[in-house]
């Protein structure tokens, strides 16, 4: 990023724009340096993104347009902007836009050559906005869609999961890839039936992406304000997570707004900085790990900053906070869940089981309303501050039999007589093992909130190995990780990946699922109605449900 002495260009129209603004960057860098977590992470210089770079998501007349921006007068540069929405064209844009790309694209370069294992690129201006002939939203050149086009060319990549947790729609990435199934592009937005900027009809749960790439583009409209962290994670459980493990990405761009935090006077969520811890590890075990993050928005400098630190600590590995007091999905977030579900179900046989939105749900849009669009003083939000995250000395410790060498990272403790594991149960290895994981642990662990957590392998479980490594990744969201794993002796060959597993590293992919057999998702489907009356985060549906089942059902089909 750039810092031009005060001109007289800055001068005449400064603050143009009161809340895109430097100290979004400087601040979240001195915090991170102050932390000491800059410390820990490899520095990756920026370049400037090339012409032929920037052309992989935008027009030439576009990009020669703007190329003009630094040459032009005050009068001309106004001129120029008044033909986009919410952009603000300074004279050192063209520059700074070239780096934000430029960075992106370094950062994809260092992840795909195995030069580190994840990243985030803190960068302005933000992109997700922006269009193949347009900027708009202060975004100019469209950083993560370039990423995602680059990585394909470069690296042959086949396929990419862009996450867009930005709390407005990234109709640019959106329109970028609306026809394109190698790029699964998933958006929660601040919606408001269509009453929130950017006020668009493209930005609802079911435009779904257009010919090949249907099924690929996935928005979650918010339609109120104020959802927390349990709406999000729901969503994560029940949408994204499933959808994400079926697809199988090779590579995952985040776009890492954090507009969606508490505090944002944009924004306006209540979910705390720590769901970005949450958020991101969930996402660390897709693609081998492969994770790049790019900042899109974020304009309370508080949350903003504590948002970015959760998100780096938890791409270095350290454990996730407790996801605590989490409360349930409110009826408006339920409502959208199971309208994207639905919209979905005919895409991914991860959901080919979702009930029907019942129409009442969708509302017309009726157009602002006289006195509805003008400035709310949003009243000042205060938060605890998310407390401090240590990182434990030994990662894991193993109780091993005499003639097993301990695996290198870990410590090893001896026996003890006294080890009388509860089993609590059990899960059979079928595509529907993947689903029981989405649908009903995550979700209910998350609501359950664990001290520790055991996970015991029995012998012949048929449990793959990736499975097994994936599921040990995301249970590590609970019990700040505290993880006991407990293994048969003859299974001597799962104590490397296990341990592994145990000490941070990614899990292998799962490679692309099949459809999960219906005796299965019928037999899950049940469980999680019955349980739903207790367990309000296995709800995917704003419908009140008591339905209770009569039958005892069991999973586990031997
Ligand atoms: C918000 C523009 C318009 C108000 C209309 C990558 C980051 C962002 C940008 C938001 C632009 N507000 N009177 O862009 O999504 O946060
Ligand atoms: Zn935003």
């Known amino acids: 990023f750039y810092f031009g002495k005060t001109t007289s260009f800055d001068r005449q129209l400064f603050p143009a724009c009161k809340i895109e603004v430097p100290e979004r960057l400087t601040v979240s860098h001195e915090t991170l340096v102050r932390t000491g977590l800059a410390d820990r992470c490899v520095s990756v210089p920026v370049r400037e993104a090339t012409d032929a770079e920037i052309l992989l998501a935008h027009s030439e007349e576009y990009l020669e347009a703007v190329k003009k921006t630094p040459y032009m007068s005050l009068e001309d540069l106004m001129e120029f902007t008044r033909q986009y929405g919410d952009v603000y064209f300074h004279p050192n844009i063209y520059h700074c836009a070239k780096l934000a790309a430029g960075a992106a694209l370094q950062l994809v370069d260092s992840v795909m050559t195995g030069k580190v294992r994840n990243g985030m690129a803190l960068v302005r201006p933000p992109g997700h906005h922006s269009m193949r002939s347009a900027a708009n939203g202060f975004c100019v050149f469209n950083n993560v869609a370039i990423a995602a086009q680059y990585a394909k060319q470069k690296y ?47 930005s609802d749960y079911d435009i779904v992406g257009k010919e090949k790439g249907a099924g690929f583009n996935i928005n979650v409209p918010w339609n109120k304000v104020g959802m927390e962290n349990g709406d999000y994670l729901s969503v994560f459980c029940h949408v994204l997570l499933p959808v994400a493990y079926e697809f199988c990405p090779d590579l995952v761009l985040v776009c890492a707004g954090f507009d969606s935090a508490i505090g944002d006077p944009e924004g306006e969520m209540c979910a705390t900085p720590d769901v970005f811890a949450h958020l991101t590890h969930l996402l660390m075990n897709l693609a081998g790990g492969k994770l790049c993050a790019v900042l899109e928005g974020g304009y309370n400098l508080t949350s903003l900053v504590q948002s970015v630190c959760q998100t780096v600590q938890t791409l270095l590995g350290d454990p996730v906070p407790r996801p605590a007091s989490l409360k349930s999905p409110c009826i408006s977030a339920l409502e959208s869940l199971q309208c994207v579900r639905s919209a979905h179900k005919a895409y991914w046989s991860c959901l080919k089981h979702a009930g029907n939105h019942n129409r009442a749900f969708s509302r017309a849009f009726k157009g602002p309303e006289a006195g509805e669009e003008e400035e709310k003083d949003a009243e000042e939000k205060v938060w605890p501050e998310p407390p401090k995250r240590v990182t434990p000395p030994v990662c894991a410790a193993l109780v091993l039999p005499d003639d097993v060498a301990c695996p290198e990272g870990c410590e090893c403790f001896s026996f003890s007589e006294d080890l009388d594991p509860l089993l609590a149960s059990k899960l059979s290895d079928t595509s529907g093992f993947t689903q029981a994981v989405f649908g009903l642990l995550l979700p209910l662990g998350y609501e359950y909130d664990p001290g520790l957590v055991v996970l015991v392998r029995m012998p012949d479980s048929g449990v793959s190995d990736s499975l097994w490594q994936q599921l040990i990744g995301l249970l590590q969201s609970f019990a700040l990780g505290h993880t006991l794993v407990v293994l048969q002796e003859e299974e001597k060959a799962l104590i490397g990946l296990t341990a592994s597993s145990l000490l941070g590293n990614p899990a292998a992919s799962l490679k692309q699922l099949q459809a999960p057999l219906t005796e299965d998702t019928e037999a ?13 985060f296995l709800q995917t549906t704003g419908e009140c449900s008591s339905i209770t089942f009569e039958i005892n059902i069991n999973i586990h089909r031997s």
């Open 156 to 202: 042959g990549v086949q396929r990419v999961l862009i996450v867009d947790w930005d709390i407005h729609h990234g109709q640019g990435v959106q329109y970028c890839f609306e026809d394109d199934p190698s790029v699964l592009y998933f958006s929660w937005h601040r919606y408001e039936h269509q009453k929130f900027w950017p006020h668009l009809r493209d």
């Open 524 to 536: 899950i489907e049940k469980l999680r109605h019955r349980l739903q009356a207790d367990w309000k």
